[in-house]
């Protein structure tokens, strides 16, 4: 069976590209420029024609993927921007909500083979800030990153647009799904994962030029001090959820196996952290990691004067404990392997 894996040369679509491989799929992905395509081309050679490429210049475009999806029997939809410095939301919405609903009318148009779509969303779909802790579930829908965008003003930061791009894509597609129902013989599944971290195999000239969420685990955990996060930020900020990008590539060719998975969003995540848990476990390392630097101890958790810690933000993540089976990684195998990494990258 052939899958089309839409961004497969970000951190997340290279890492669902290769599991789909390993597992015995063929995978046809999708990039912007036969650049982007260069990396790809040498990490699947020992696949040979189990894997190819096409140039989908610009996924805004009306019929962009027409001959991407020709011939496939399910799409992996990952491709969206990740970028929180954008200045107009709209440069992050418009490629997230037209190239969401661009896939699927796409499938509906050519795709006479395709009987899944998997599409990552994200808990930023799914969450909102309040002041009291909330645990998040997939019956929640962001609607206060949608109130922010058409308010405008100081709260529309860059995390927000981000967040509404995300809302507006997914509720696009389901609205789409719903709207088409007659006419398809498909079904969906979202999957919202929060903070994806875990070791890198996609292009990046060096850690700082990978993409968000690893940059961020590696400006915190590896140099807080260059980034100026004090102990009291590392102690304090984090998140709700965090998931390694191989389970995540896991529960993405789950999506495409399980029954169970059609028509459901799914949040897929490991459980509530803040930075210093990632920095206590990148401590306890031997032998430790060979970085141009000593890794920060930050003020460890089991010294900590006050070690009570407020999530804000949790997950019940039951659906996904019912759909797939999946044997989590711990938040000390993503550090170790993740410093591996950046060992590698120097
Ligand atoms: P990357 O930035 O590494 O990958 C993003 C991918 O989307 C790249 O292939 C990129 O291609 C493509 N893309 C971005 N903008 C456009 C555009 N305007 N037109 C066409 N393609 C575009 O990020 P991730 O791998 O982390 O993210 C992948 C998906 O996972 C996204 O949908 C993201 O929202 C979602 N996600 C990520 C989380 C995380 O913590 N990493 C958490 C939750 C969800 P190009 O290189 O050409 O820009």
């Not at 699947?44 to 019929?63: L, M, R």
């Not at 799904?177 to 498909?186: G, H, L, M, R, V």
């Not at 896991?250 to 459901?264: D, F, I």
Request: proline share 6%; charged share 25%; aromatic share 8%.
């Amino acid at each position: 069976r052939k899958i089309h894996v839409s961004g497969t040369n970000g951190f997340i679509g290279i890492w669902v590209a290769r599991t789909l491989l390993e597992r015995g799929y063929s995978v046809r992905s999708t990039v912007r420029a036969d650049a982007k395509a260069e990396h790809l081309r040498k990490v699947f050679s020992e696949y040979g024609d189990k894997h190819e490429i096409v140039i989908v210049p610009d996924i805004t475009k009306e019929g962009a993927f027409d001959e991407a999806v020709k011939g496939v029997h399910a799409v992996e939809h990952v491709a969206s921007p990740v970028d929180l410095a954008l200045e107009d939301p709209y440069e992050l919405i418009n490629p997230a909500v037209k190239g969401t609903v661009g896939m699927l009318q796409s499938v509906l148009n050519h795709g006479t083979s395709i009987q899944r779509i998997v599409i990552t969303s994200s808990v930023a779909a799914v969450i909102h800030d309040d002041p009291t802790p909330l645990i998040f579930d997939e019956s929640d829908w962001n609607e206060q990153c949608l109130e922010i965008l058409a308010r405008g003003g100081p709260q529309l930061t860059g995390p927000m647009k981000y967040r509404a791009s995300k809302t507006l894509a997914e509720k696009a597609a389901w609205k789409f799904w719903e709207d088409n129902q007659t006419k398809i013989k498909w079904d969906i599944v979202v999957i919202n994962p929060p903070y994806v971290f875990g070791p890198t195999i996609h292009e990046a000239a060096s850690p700082s030029a990978l993409n968000v969420s690893t940059v961020e685990w590696y400006n915190y955990v590896v140099r807080p001090t260059s980034s100026g996060a004090t102990n009291e930020f590392l102690a304090t900020t984090g998140s709700g959820g965090w998931v390694d990008v191989r389970d995540l590539a896991e529960a993405h060719v789950q999506s495409l196996e399980r029954e169970a998975a059609g028509s459901k969003r799914i949040i897929v995540s490991v459980g509530a952290w803040k930075w210093q848990d990632f920095v206590d476990e990148a401590n306890t390392i031997s032998p430790p990691p060979k970085l141009s630097r000593p890794l920060p101890v930050g003020n460890p958790r089991s010294e900590s004067a006050n070690p009570a810690t407020v999530h804000m933000l949790q997950y019940n993540t039951d659906r996904a404990k019912t759909v797939f089976e999946i044997q989590y990684r711990t938040i000390s195998e993503t550090t170790r392997d993740m410093l591996v990494d950046f060992e590698s990258k120097g």
